[in-house]
């Protein structure tokens, strides 16, 4: 594909989106290299509250909790992994992403959100102005579940406690929990998304924002204009706004 392809491609899909603006401030990607000292919890006048959700204060690292996991037997799922998919990107990141679980790609590359879905999530990331070097991207459960079905509940007991030391080295300002799984996962709820989309919730010292599934976006493109708004908010919160 030409330059002029791409970029044409990109603005199509900014229009899909119903993006009306892109910063040129270059503040604004200094801020989403920041440090993990600078992620303190920015006050909403529209968050819920999760409860028991505190920050953990040990001296723990990315590294130690790769570690840790080393080559995981913990749960069933391991019996049908390639790879391990622990999560990618800025250690230091103000923005987190958090999906369901490693599909087919990610499983043959030990990287999340590779496929399809990743390739609009990509686009998404970039729709703000950033890039996937910038954020973080983990699944709740780190590796892939057979035919792709939802991961179970004792998986997911056994895995998230990863997700959650890897949250709290991270320390964002903002998690975006990525579709219906993520969401009630990580909100310890059941309630329909279209209940909980729309609304910033506290969430282990920082702000969740839940959006839908780029996956589900793939098949219901006319909601791609409510992932917009969730992304601006999700700017906003970023900017301390
Ligand atoms: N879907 C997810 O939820 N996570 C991935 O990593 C890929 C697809």
Redesign the pocket.
């Known amino acids: 594909m030409t330059r002029r392809e791409q970029l044409s491609e990109h603005l199509r899909f900014f229009e899909e989106l119903g993006v009306d603006g892109v910063s040129r401030d270059p503040g604004w990607r200094r801020r989403a290299a920041a440090t993990p000292d600078s992620a303190g919890s920015t006050p909403s006048g529209d968050a819920g509250e999760v409860p028991g959700a505190d920050r953990a204060t040990a001296a723990d690292t990315l590294d130690a909790i790769r570690s840790d996991l080393g080559e995981c037997t913990r749960c069933t799922l391991h019996a049908g992994r390639t790879t391990l998919?622990f999560g990618v990107g800025n250690p230091a990141a103000d923005l987190v992403f958090v999906?369901?679980?490693?599909?087919r790609d990610?499983d043959l590359q030990g990287i999340?959100?590779v496929?399809r879905?990743?390739q609009l999530l990509t686009k998404i990331i970039a729709s703000i102005g950033l890039t996937r070097d910038e954020v973080y991207i983990a699944?709740v459960v780190k590796c892939r579940p057979p035919g792709n079905r939802n991961p179970a509940p004792g998986e997911v007991k056994t895995c998230e406690p990863f997700l959650f030391r890897q949250l709290d080295v991270i320390r964002p300002k903002v998690v975006v929990a990525?579709?219906a799984f993520a969401i009630h996962t990580l909100l310890g709820t059941d309630r329909a998304i279209s209940r909980l989309r729309g609304r910033v919730y506290e969430y282990r010292g920082a702000k969740l924002v839940p959006t839908f599934?780029p996956?589900f976006l793939l098949r219901s493109p006319d909601r791609k204009r409510d992932v917009w708004e969730d992304m601006k908010k999700v700017r906003a919160l970023l900017e301390g706004r």
């Open positions: 998919v999906g369901e679980a490693p599909g990610e999340p959100f496929g879905a990743g699944n990525l579709g599934h996956a």
